[in-house]
């Protein structure tokens, strides 16, 4: 029976897994022939035709992405410019064929019949760049030319004036079977009508109108699809596919299958009556269509045996080809499809892109489920005829690995791509090891270094130090110890400093400063370890924080100031200043002292800025001590002197006399700079000892004031001293008073009678004793004169530095009173 492959076709195919690759048939790609039209495009637009650049990106972005996009795992793809836009400058700025062909690999750019039209469409108004483009497409990828494009190309010729390239293209395409689209004769018509040239205007319509040129592909490309779809494929579908009498072409056959794509069935079957029934024979072209159109689940027996007969024949899979059906499985979850679709184009000539290869790497670990004997599969196929794995490779199927959390599956991947020969370079190392350990994953951290280990590429120092910094950050302090001290044991320690600081830091943050100093200086004594300045900072900040310095912290700073120095570095001294200003003792500053001195006591300039801190945040008592401890160089050194004499503490009377301060001392103090205001005179005069207190308003007044301002002055000042904070007024009551809103009595309400009034020596209250009260203030009076505004000889005299009262003023402070008036 004729014809039996018919039955086959309609049969129900059961699906058995073929593999695509066939090792016993490889074979070369048929060349071309050579193109008359291509010497004369060469010599029109070579060399030389560069020099009419236009600014090309700044033509309209094409509607269409490349389909290699297509393939990509990730969720969301880096915006890029468009494929057509990197075609079009590469085309402007090159001219040799190799380095054009270096340039579109780079950008993982091939070139198909859609984006060699769009790039055509795009360069409308830049005739040099699309003749160009045109002719090294044409020697490259002739089959990527269709009519379609021969009909852009001479859209442009004929609307930018070139009359004798557009003869030209004309007669090329007549040769191929091409003809004049009616957009064309449109368009072209009439810019000859507009430019005058009438001959050629009527040389153009004869030919469009003896249909010997536009007996349009695309019209008979429809008349054909339309007898096949219209009903079941018989034999009266045969009779009227030979009724047309068409001479079919391997463009005109393309076409047509590629037509067909909604129904593929009828489209193999179409592509087996014109093989056998002698119209066509099939050439890579029309196979690679066939292929194309049946490259999806339901067809894929049908597919595989396509592409092995496209083998058979001699011919190679398109890379067109690949990328479309490959995309589609992988959009499918058809990965181990897609697997042996990439094996079977690797044993060929056309081999797929690196990129390719990582689109199908990135698919495969970020499936359900990660085979990884498709992924050795597909690295082997890759490597088995020399390609090398990239770096880059390697970096998308981590990225991909990280985004299923799968990244503890790092080492496997690894080592399927190390069985090709690959080495990953420092950085990835750095990537996988970090990664990792960051995960917690110890073991399998461990498993990489001797994975290295083994295969004879041992971890870098970077790598090791991302080890150490992966654990830290995953909170593994015993782990990332000792994996550093592993570290230094291997590489050394010239270049652990990183990693050092990087394990101190994690120790520090994690409140442990005084494990790791243990630690620190193990390693700097036995195994001369030299950390970085900025690591010894880390140490001594965190040892001088108040709680751990409180527990031996203080000491175990100062120890590193000597290692310091060792090491070349300068005394880091800023945070003893900051420790001993707020909670050092004396004790501790001279300890700090005796540590930064070298020959003898520390310069005069390190003792200043000590006593400076601790007197600037009012520890005098401490720093005093400090002084007395010093060598007698120091003190009785002038600067030093001048120092605490310019430096003396400035405190509030009732600070001086309880130690205590509250909202009631601000009162307190208040009104004592009220009753200077009232006499003229310091708070504490010694020349006032005789109990007088009728001339109570500064004489230098005459009088001349307000009488009844001044009682009132007097009483809230009075109201205000009272010994028991709890019964002085608030200085709200005490400004209300002052402005007349409030009375006297209710300043004072609530005072029992006498409670106000001075305690001499001898008399008793039950709330605040005589003895208390006279201790309190021979503590106030000492404060008080030895404050350097009151040190003039009106008031009293002072020793010869002014830091300690002589006898005689001694004396008389303790004899000295405060005026009061009791009468208030």
Request: with cysteine; net charge positive; charged share 25%.
């Amino acid at each position: 029976m004729r014809y039996q492959w018919r039955l086959l076709l309609f049969r129900s195919y059961r699906s058995s897994p073929r593999s695509f690759l066939s090792h016993h048939s490889q074979f070369q790609v048929i060349s071309n022939t050579t193109r008359s039209f291509s010497s004369f495009l060469h010599e029109r637009f070579g060399v030389g035709a560069l020099q009419q650049r236009q600014c090309l990106f700044a033509l309209r972005s094409p509607l269409a992405s490349s389909v290699s996009r297509s393939f990509s795992s990730e969720s969301a793809i880096e915006e890029k410019p468009p494929v057509e836009a990197v075609v079009i400058d590469v085309f402007s700025r090159l001219t040799g064929k190799d380095e054009i062909r270096r340039e579109l690999d780079s950008n993982n750019i091939v070139i198909s019949h859609e984006l060699a039209l769009r790039v055509l469409r795009e360069l409308e108004s830049s005739p040099d760049v699309a003749g160009r483009f045109f002719q090294w497409v044409l020697e490259a990828y002739p089959r990527k030319l269709s009519s379609k494009s021969y009909n852009t190309m001479l859209r442009i010729f004929g609307v930018n004036g070139l009359v004798d390239e557009f003869w030209e293209l004309v007669d090329a395409m007549k040769k191929k079977g091409h003809g004049v689209s009616a957009n064309v004769r449109d368009r072209v018509g009439e810019k000859f009508q507009k430019d005058g040239l009438e001959s050629d205007l009527e040389k153009l319509k004869e030919i469009f109108a003896s249909g010997s040129m536009d007996n349009s592909v695309d019209k008979v490309c429809n008349r054909v699809c339309k007898i096949v779809m219209k009903e079941v494929w018989s034999a009266d579908v045969e009779k009227q596919l030979r009724d047309l009498k068409l001479e079919f072409k391997s463009d005109l056959v393309k076409m047509v299958l590629e037509k067909l794509d909604v129904d593929p069935r009828k489209a193999l079957l179409f592509f087996r009556w014109i093989d056998e029934s002698g119209s066509f024979k099939h050439d890579e072209k029309t196979y690679n269509a066939m292929a194309r159109v049946l490259g999806k689940e339901k067809f894929l027996d049908r597919f595989q045996h396509i592409i092995e007969e496209i083998r058979s024949a001699g011919y190679e899979m398109e890379m067109e080809t690949y990328v479309r059906v490959s995309a589609r499985f992988c959009q499918t979850k058809m990965i181990k499809e897609a697997v042996e679709l990439f094996e079977f184009a690797m044993a060929g000539s056309n081999t797929p892109t690196p990129h390719c290869c990582s689109l199908l790497l990135k698919k495969i670990v970020t499936a359900k489920k990660l085979d990884m004997d498709l992924f050795t599969r597909t690295v082997k196929a890759y490597t088995g005829n020399g390609s090398v794995v990239p770096d880059s490779m390697l970096q998308h199927v981590l990225k991909s690995l990280r985004s299923v959390d799968r990244f503890g599956q790092s080492n496997e991947v690894l080592k399927a791509m190390n069985e090709g020969g690959y080495v990953p370079s420092g950085d990835l190392q750095s990537v996988i090891a970090s990664g990792l350990s960051r995960k917690g994953k110890k073991d399998e951290a461990n498993e990489l270094v001797n994975f290295m280990e083994a295969s004879g590429n041992h971890l870098d120092d970077k790598a090791m130090a991302s080890l150490v910094e992966g654990h830290c950050d995953a909170k593994d302090l015993e782990e990332a110890s000792v994996c550093f001290k592993k570290m230094i044991g291997k590489e050394g320690v010239s270049y652990a400093g990183y990693a050092f600081e990087k394990l101190v830091l994690a120790y520090c943050n994690s409140f442990q400063a005084r494990d790791v100093y243990k630690l620190f200086t193990e390693l700097v004594k036995q195994n001369q370890l030299k950390p970085w300045h900025s690591t010894y900072k880390i140490m001594v900040r965190n040892l001088l924080m108040k709680k751990v310095a409180r527990d031996g912290g203080f000491e175990e700073a100062l120890s590193l100031l000597p290692m310091m120095k060792n090491h070349g570095f300068p005394p880091f001294v800023d945070p003893f200043m900051d420790y001993l200003s707020n909670s050092g003792t004396s004790a501790e500053a001279f300890a700090f002292l005796k540590a930064v001195t070298s020959k003898k006591f520390p310069s005069n300039s390190m003792v200043l800025r000590v006593f400076e801190a601790m007197l600037k945040s009012a520890r005098h008592s401490e720093a005093q001590d400090l002084l007395s401890m010093s060598p007698s160089y120091i003190r009785r050194n002038a600067e030093v002197l001048e120092l605490f004499n310019s430096m003396k503490p400035v405190k509030s009377l009732e600070y001086a006399s309880s130690g205590k301060l509250s909202d009631k001392s601000d009162v307190f103090s208040f009104v004592v700079m009220l009753l200077e205001l009232i006499t003229g005179q310091p708070p504490v005069d010694l020349r006032a000892q005789d109990g007088d207190y009728n001339q109570l308003a500064d004489p230098r007044l005459e009088l001349n004031y307000n009488h009844q301002e001044m009682v009132q002055m007097a009483s809230c000042a009075a109201a205000a001293i009272r010994h028991l904070t709890r019964r002085r007024p608030k200085m709200s009551q005490i400004v209300r008073a002052l402005e007349g809103d409030m009375s006297m009595d209710d300043l004072s309400e609530g005072t029992r009678p006498g409670q106000s009034k001075y305690l001499r020596p001898g008399s008793v209250s039950s709330e605040y004793n005589a003895s208390s009260y006279t201790a309190d203030m021979k503590k106030f009076k000492k404060l008080a004169l030895e404050n350097k505004e009151y040190q003039s000889s009106e008031y009293g005299g002072t020793s010869e530095y002014g830091l300690n009262p002589s006898a005689s003023s001694s004396e008389e402070m303790n004899r000295g009173s405060m005026k009061r008036n009791p009468q208030l």
